[in-house]
């Protein structure tokens, strides 16, 4: 009797977890679509509190992330942004979004932000997202789960964008 893999599925994984084969494609998917410092990435996605991999056919081909941010990386968004983000009450950073071009109309963003979101519970979330074209389906997608546009958007690391700060409170 054979087990057969669904065609297309997305699965959460505490960073242990996930197998070295999965953490070195989560690495390499983040690294393909998202403003992200590679230096030191393992280790912070090792750090996160929960990986979601989207998956068609066994093939990863999206990848998301609940994240407890590094404190150097807090203070970064902001003193760029100008709003607080006090771990005690927004311990969680949503982040590396994303989804393989040909596979967009598969739903997976959906499914990986829903997952984490749950994931999330009724902490405080935050995430940044680019202020271009590409990325106004992100910021939509997060209005529609709670997120509000804070403070200013501040330049992107490489300079060619901005990135603005969406912020969901901690539901008491």
Not at 25 to 30: H, T, Y
Not at 55 to 64: D, E, P, R, T, W
Request: proline share 4%; aromatic share 6%; net charge positive.
């Amino acid at each position: 009797m054979s087990t057969q893999q669904p065609m297309d599925e997305v699965v959460f994984k505490k960073p242990v977890e996930c197998t070295l084969a999965e953490l070195h494609e989560f690495s390499k998917l983040v690294r393909k679509g998202s403003e992200v410092t590679a230096t030191g990435l393992a280790d912070r996605i090792r750090g996160a509190h929960l990986l979601g991999l989207a998956l068609n056919s066994g093939v990863m081909v999206g990848v998301g992330a609940l994240k407890i941010p590094e404190k150097s990386h807090r203070d970064h968004v902001v003193k760029a942004s100008g709003i607080l983000l006090p771990a005690d009450r927004i311990p969680f950073e949503i982040g590396w979004l994303y989804v393989l071009e040909n596979e967009r109309d598969k739903k997976f963003g959906r499914r990986l932000m829903d997952g984490l979101m749950a994931a999330a519970g009724k902490s405080g979330v935050y995430g940044t997202s680019r202020l271009d074209e590409e990325h106004k389906p992100v910021h939509g997608a997060l209005e529609r789960r709670g997120f509000s546009k804070v403070g200013k958007s501040y330049p992107s690391r490489d300079g060619k964008t901005n990135i603005l700060l969406f912020v969901r409170e901690q539901i008491d």
